[in-house]
Structures are given as C-alpha cells and as structure tokens.
C-alpha cells in the first residue's frame, strides 16, 4: 500500500452493490471509457465539498438503500483524494449525528454525485 492511501473493505447489501455498479455503468457512458468503484467514487468526491447536505437527505437515502450484507467490496482510496474523502466522511457523521461506516459514506457519496448531477 502506497504511503497516505487506505484500503477499505466492505461488506455490503445485493442492493447497495446494484447501486454501486449502475453508478459505474453511468459514469463509463458519459464518459466514452469503463470506470471502476475507485474512478467513480473519486469522481463524486472531487465535488464533495460543494454538495449541500441536509439531514432529511442522508435520512431519507439510508431508509430506502439497506447497506448491511454479505458482498464483499474493497476499494483503494488514494492519497491525492483521501483529505477530500475523509472530510465528506466527517460532515456525514456530523450532520447525521452519530458516527458513520465506509459502507454507508460510499453509496451516500454517490447518490449525492447522481442528484447533483456530477455523473
């Protein structure tokens, strides 16, 4: 492991994974070239600052989208966008009221990118 990134490792639901994996699928097509859970949640969180986010959302988002399963995921979050990341991660737990999972940030990071029209 390269020196600042950090390896996550999630186990998640059919559901979540559905999500994760038409969320690449967007991405690659409007972008012309096939992107992974890595590219695309880099993506999503190099508009994170910007996205406004109300505690009705996350609310909302985590009622209708069970993260909790047995699918197996990892991803590699790199050093030039870890700060990026882990700050998002923080107004999540912030603005949520209590602390918050990779496995809940990660699919809620990309349903704000999808709303937000980053993709």
Same mark, same amino acid.
């Given at each position: 492991?390269?020196?600042?990134?950090?390896?996550?490792?999630?186990?998640?639901?059919?559901?979540?994974?559905?999500?994760?994996?038409?969320?690449?699928?967007?991405?690659?097509?409007?972008?012309?070239?096939?992107?992974?859970?890595?590219?695309?949640?880099?993506?999503?969180?190099?508009?994170?600052?910007?996205?406004?986010?109300?505690? +009705?959302?996350? =609310?909302? @988002?985590?009622?209708?989208?069970?993260?909790? $399963?047995?699918?197996? /995921?990892?991803?590699?979050?790199?050093?030039?966008?870890? +700060?990026?990341? =882990?700050? @998002?991660?923080?107004?999540?737990?912030?603005? $949520?009221?209590?602390? /918050?999972?990779?496995?809940?940030?990660?699919?809620?990071?990309?349903?704000?990118?999808?709303?937000?029209?980053?993709?």
């Amino acid at each position: 492991m390269a020196r600042g990134t950090r390896n996550i490792r999630m186990l998640i639901s059919q559901e979540c994974f559905a999500f994760l994996a038409d969320a690449m699928c967007e991405f690659s097509k409007k972008t012309a070239k096939f992107q992974s859970l890595r590219s695309t949640v880099q993506h999503a969180c190099s508009s994170a600052s910007s996205m406004e986010i109300a505690r +009705e959302d996350l =609310d909302r @988002f985590f009622a209708e989208h069970p993260v909790e $399963g047995k699918v197996k /995921v990892w991803l590699e979050v790199g050093s030039d966008w870890l +700060e990026g990341y =882990d700050t @998002f991660r923080r107004r999540v737990a912030q603005i $949520g009221g209590k602390p /918050v999972q990779d496995k809940a940030v990660i699919p809620f990071l990309i349903h704000l990118a999808q709303v937000r029209g980053v993709f």
